[in-house]
């Protein structure tokens, strides 16, 4: 897995590349009490706000990481926002996204650099 500055996690599978939020990011939240999605096959740029986040403490946006297509969106969430809090490695992934150059991904940290950045 790669880390942002912005405590998101990516993760490649296949041709596709799947984003989330870091632990440490769901713990800073609090507790997640709602989710917006992108809708699929939507074009973005990095830096693109792309997924809404609210908690019990604040509301937050994701940022793309990368630019591509956002090709799946994990309904579960909308469904039930908690599992950003309960599972945020795992079954919490926010959305799958194609794009043109993995090699893109080399920018970003490792788990150790990541280690590193939240001390």
Do not use: C
Request: net charge negative; aromatic share 6%.
């Amino acid at each position: 897995m790669k880390y942002t500055q912005d405590h998101e996690w990516l993760r490649v599978e296949g041709d596709l590349v799947v984003v989330g939020i870091t632990e440490h990011a769901a713990t800073q939240l609090g507790d997640v009490v709602f989710v917006e999605l992108p809708e699929v096959e939507t074009m973005v740029s990095t830096g693109d706000e792309i997924v809404v986040i609210e908690s019990v403490k604040a509301a937050s946006d994701i940022l793309a990481p990368l630019e591509g297509e956002i090709v799946e969106v994990n309904q579960k969430l909308v469904d039930n926002p908690g599992l950003v809090n309960e599972d945020p490695t795992g079954a919490a992934w926010f959305f799958k996204m194609r794009i043109d150059d993995l090699a893109a991904l080399d920018e970003y940290m490792d788990e150790d650099e990541y280690a590193d950045l939240i001390g």
